[in-house]
Structures are given as structure tokens and as C-alpha cells.
């Protein structure tokens, strides 16, 4: 009933689609759940979240990007990251990223 692309499974897709947004919910969950007393996040979850944004962006949806991008530049702006910190992150996770996805 539906057309398929030769060689690909039906099913793959829905899989890809849960793991990315399972991975994409976490990474909200680490950036919004904190202490009531406080202003930001710790900064190991920030860089958790961006990890996990990248891994998905790499591996899954390149779509996400969408959200990482914004986020990215808004959490240098309110000083939650510096710029040597974001970059590491991203570089780590996006290699490490890559080697996962091959």
C-alpha cells in the first residue's frame, strides 16, 4: 500500500524517529530540571545536553540542528558555556559522533 525506497525496511524509519526523540527529550530534561533556588543549570548537564543534541544531529536527524544552533548561541549568551568549552564539546561529541554513525 505504501511505496518504499528498494532495500529499506518500512520500519527503520520509526525507530530512528523514537531514538531521536527520546535523546532530544533528555537533553531538554537536563537543561530545564533544576534546584527551585536555581538561575541556570549545572554545568555538566549543559554540556550532557549539548552532547546529546550533537550525537543526535550526527547520527539520527540532521534537523535537530535547528534547535542545537539556537540553543547553542543562547547559552553563550547568558554565560552558561564559554566559547572554548562549547567548541570542545561539540568537536568531541560530533567525532565521537561520527565514529558511531559509520
Known amino acids: 500500500m505504501f511505496a518504499t525506497i528498494p532495500g529499506e525496511s518500512c520500519s527503520s524509519r520509526p525507530t530512528k524517529d523514537l531514538s531521536s526523540h527520546s535523546l532530544v527529550n533528555l537533553s531538554t530534561y537536563l537543561l530545564v530540571d533544576r534546584a527551585p533556588n536555581s538561575t541556570k543549570p549545572s554545568p555538566k548537564r549543559v554540556t550532557w545536553a549539548l552532547s546529546l ?32 568549552s562549547l567548541a570542545k564539546v561539540g568537536l568531541l561529541s560530533g567525532f565521537f559522533s561520527l565514529g558511531e554513525g559509520i
Request: cysteine-free; glycine content about 0%; charged content about 10%.
Open 53 to 84: 543534541l550533537t550525537f543526535t544531529v550526527v547520527v539520527f536527524r540532521a534537523e535537530v540542528l535547528l534547535l542545537l544552533a539556537p540553543l547553542a548561541f543562547q547559552l553563550l549568551y547568558n554565560k552558561w558555556i564559554s566559547l572554548l
